[in-house]
């Protein structure tokens, strides 16, 4: 940040305000706090006929990997709103949010990945503009060596485990 949001001053120093108990970036001149916070990210694991869809990443970051539908949530967004669009918009898929599945924190890069398990409707997907490919995977022909991010890789692991297990659960993970 060069330059104060409120005021347009580019006297910014870090700083920790009265009250407070970490260092922030506050304006010099009109005393503006800056608060700097985690990005969120929302995502789905489309099911159907016991496989999971996934989708080959058509941009960067990891051009040609594949990932657990996903993306940044929009201002004004619910989470599990943000994540079926997600699946639209990668997919051109519809999803039933059942639930959230994991909460997943990359703190390197300050994102918090929300990831949900959504039934496809009617089991139609095709292939958005930010997908090269999607395709439906049964456990055993998940790409492991050929994942995007470590965050599609815990959602799934944790996926199968449960459906092992014949249960249905939140998780928490980090990287």
């Not at 898929?93 to 990945?113: D, N, Q, R």
Request: with cysteine; net charge negative.
């Amino acid at each position: 940040m060069n330059y104060c949001s409120h005021c347009g001053s580019s006297a910014l120093s870090h700083k920790m305000p009265p009250g407070d108990n970490r260092l922030r970036i506050v304006c010099g001149d009109c005393g503006k706090v800056h608060y700097e916070n985690p990005r969120i990210i929302t995502g789905c694991l489309p099911l159907w006929d016991g496989k999971v869809l996934l989708c080959r990443r058509a941009i960067e970051p990891m051009l040609g990997f594949w990932n657990v539908p996903g993306g940044f949530l929009e201002n004004g967004e619910r989470v599990e709103d943000g994540a079926a669009r997600e699946v639209r918009e990668e997919a051109r898929a519809s999803v039933k949010i059942l639930g959230v599945h994991t909460i997943f924190t990359l703190t390197g890069f300050h994102h918090v990945y929300v990831h949900f398990l959504g039934e496809l409707v009617d089991g139609r997907f095709g292939v958005g503009e930010e997908s090269s490919e999607c395709r439906l995977f049964a456990e055993e022909e998940i790409p492991w060596e050929d994942m995007a991010f470590q965050s599609s890789i815990f959602t799934l692991k944790k996926y199968f485990e449960d459906r092992k297990e014949g249960a249905q659960r939140a998780h928490l993970g980090a990287w």
